[in-house]
């Protein structure tokens, strides 16, 4: 709780005899009577022409920490002004306190606050970091190329237990939330679609647009956010985390290559999992639009043929193409946010962070790039 | 200790971080088979030394050699040769989290050795046991204290049979024994398999206790401020700063 500044357990009294200050403390000199003092002492202090100032502490009964930087709050402002000043009759204690703190080492300039700024210097340091961003990137992205065709071409070099650890995170304990959310985008789909359609006496068609929409978009995209939050962020976190320990240095100090070590069984299991993902989403997202339409008074049999003669092999396999590639993006997303934390704690959360965020940008602009792309190859 | 093999060499190395200096074209060399300690006070570059040694970071000027091959402009297979000449234990351990100690130590001879699980297994608990950690093979790192982490880092660093350790902060916050036992450990291993040790610390009792030869960095002009025996650093350096550092004595500067 916040005391009240007080003026009962301490006073500060000033005057001006010529161009001379004097300043008498009496009472408590601590943090709870400060900001009444420090408010006084500034008052006193703005007065024009000071030229010396004397400060009266035989009736300080205690001062501590937070009192001593009022008196050294006295000093600096003394300097200044260029005017002389003399504490008179301090107690051993507080003088020894005020002793702590000469005023050469206070006034050092921290080194990092005296650097040359301005906006070219920014500007191009701005520049230069970007480009040696995109350089690891492009570095990066070569790499997890070798490593994954490689991986491809001799599976026994990609290790195992760690892919199928993996896998069991990113895929298997994934289910849940994934058949959760398909069944409810769904049936919110089927009820928005509902209402529209109703006015048409159309309602059968809500099958269709049900179908086409969650195979051909919803599906893979609510899968590819999902592995954006839980498994991408999961990356970064962990592979930030071994970053911070030292434990990537200790890789490359023993010759090992912590793509081929920690990025490939990752970037290959969560790959690989997605579009597995993405079957259970589209089944549950049917189930949900079902659901609705038995509501409506159809039988279950007209909404699944509706579904089976609107949806097509080539929208199926399309979208489940889509989770593959938006699996490979988080996942890529996820580690390489990982092996770029700097240092610290808060560095591994702020890795977690870009790597969702960046993961959902790149989900959102690659489903841009197959919507053009399905639509010319007439898919 | 036994000859005088200079087996890494430092030639004029400047280290910088972005604009700023770290450290000023040093120069020295360490001898096959002894234990030299890279000391100095806190934030002089002790660290940043040590992972150039290793080849981590890129000196911004001059050379680094270990044996006759440059760490600094070594190719591909060259670097990974040398290496494996070395182990490294880092201040947290950085044993990987996700293995036990036994698949910590098994894993470099996994990666470059063709021998048989049993085989690999064996040698792993020889090194543990050498560290004195044999009863903990199936401890995961999260699951033991600060000093067995950094003495299974040690059994880890040594799994390839290194020329050259290094160390960085062995003692460092360890209790006094177990610091102790750590540096009996490194004299132990220095003597008997005659490993070199690079060794960055500022724990005065383990300095005075298992160095040969140390260098000291000095914070303010980023050079190196004192080169010798412990010893007689304390006693006879002319730098009054030096003197202190070795006595234990603030206000020097």
């Not at chain 1, 702590?100 to 210097?121: C, F, H, I, M």
């Not at chain 1, 991986?151 to 896998?167: C, E, I, N, T, W």
Request: proline share 3%.
């Amino acid at each position: 709780m916040k005391r009240k500044p007080s003026s009962s357990r301490a006073t500060c009294n000033g005057g001006l005899t010529g161009r001379q200050l004097n300043l008498s403390f009496t009472g408590y000199l601590d943090a709870s009577t400060l900001p009444y003092l420090w408010g006084e002492v500034r008052r006193h202090l703005s007065h024009k022409g000071i030229e010396s100032i004397v400060v009266d502490g035989s009736r300080i009964d205690y001062c501590d920490g937070a009192g001593t930087g009022l008196l050294v709050y006295i000093r600096q402002t003394a300097r200044r002004l260029n005017a002389a000043v003399e504490f008179q009759e301090l107690d051993s204690g507080t003088a020894g306190l005020l002793a702590q703190y000469p005023a050469d080492k206070l006034d050092v300039r921290s080194e990092k606050k005296g650097q040359p700024t301005n906006l070219v210097w920014e500007v191009g340091k701005v520049f230069c970091e970007t480009l040696n961003g995109l350089k690891e990137h492009i570095a990066f992205l070569g790499e997890l190329a070798v490593g994954l065709i490689r991986a491809m071409l001799h599976p026994g070099s990609l290790r195992m237990k760690d892919f199928l650890l993996v896998a069991e995170n990113s895929g298997a304990k994934a289910l849940p939330i994934i058949a959760m959310l398909g069944f409810l985008v769904g049936l919110i789909l089927a009820f928005q679609g509902a209402v529209l359609m109703k006015q048409f006496a159309a309602e059968i068609y809500i099958a269709d647009f049900v179908g086409k929409a969650v195979v051909r978009e919803l599906g893979p995209l609510i899968t590819a956010i999902i592995v954006a939050g839980r498994t991408g962020s999961a990356f970064a976190a962990e592979i930030g985390t071994m970053k911070v320990n030292e434990e990537i240095d200790a890789f490359t100090t023993m010759g090992l290559d912590p793509v081929r070590f920690l990025v490939i069984p990752r970037v290959s299991a969560a790959t690989l999992m997605t579009p597995l993902l993405a079957v259970l989403t589209n089944l549950s997202g049917m189930v949900g639009g079902a659901l609705v339409m038995v509501g409506l008074g159809f039988p279950v049999i007209t909404y699944v043929n509706r579904v089976l003669a609107a949806v097509t092999l080539s929208d199926y396999l399309g979208g489940l193409f889509k989770a593959l590639v938006f699996g490979l993006l988080v996942s890529c997303a996820g580690c390489l946010c990982g092996l770029r934390t700097g240092e610290g704690a808060s560095a591994v959360g702020s890795s977690a962070t870009r790597a969702v965020v960046s993961s959902i940008i790149m989900i959102v602009i690659a489903d841009g790039i197959f919507a053009v792309l399905f639509y010319f190859l007439g898919i | 200790m036994n000859g005088n093999e200079t087996i890494i060499k430092v030639e004029n190395m400047t280290a910088r971080y972005g604009d700023r200096l770290v450290l000023d074209s040093l120069s020295f060399g360490v001898n096959r088979g002894e234990i030299f300690v890279i000391l100095g006070g806190s934030g002089c570059g002790k660290s940043t030394m040590l992972k150039h040694m290793i080849g981590l970071y890129k000196p911004a000027s001059g050379d680094i050699k270990i044996g006759d091959v440059s760490i600094v402009n070594a190719n591909g297979a060259e670097r990974d040769a040398l290496i494996r000449r070395f182990g490294v234990m880092y201040q947290s351990g950085a044993l990987f989290g996700s293995m036990n100690l036994l698949e910590n130590v098994c894993l470099p001879l996994e990666e470059f050795t063709d021998l048989k699980r049993e085989a690999r297994e064996l040698i792993a608990r020889m090194k543990l046991s050498l560290v004195g950690l044999a009863e903990y093979a199936h401890h995961m790192p999260s699951e033991i204290s600060g000093g067995m982490k950094k003495r299974a880092a040690i059994a880890r660093a040594m799994a390839l049979d290194p020329e050259i350790l290094f160390l960085d902060e062995p003692s460092a916050g360890l209790d006094p024994v177990t610091a102790d036992e750590l540096d009996e450990l490194i004299i132990r291993l220095s003597r008997t398999l005659n490993i070199t040790f690079v060794i960055v610390t500022h724990e005065l009792p383990s300095i005075y206790k298992i160095a040969d030869r140390v260098i000291m960095l000095d914070a303010r002009t980023k050079k190196i401020i004192a080169e010798g025996k412990p010893g007689e650093l304390r006693e006879i350096h002319e730098d009054e700063w030096v003197r202190n550092f070795f006595n234990r004595k603030g206000g020097g500067e």
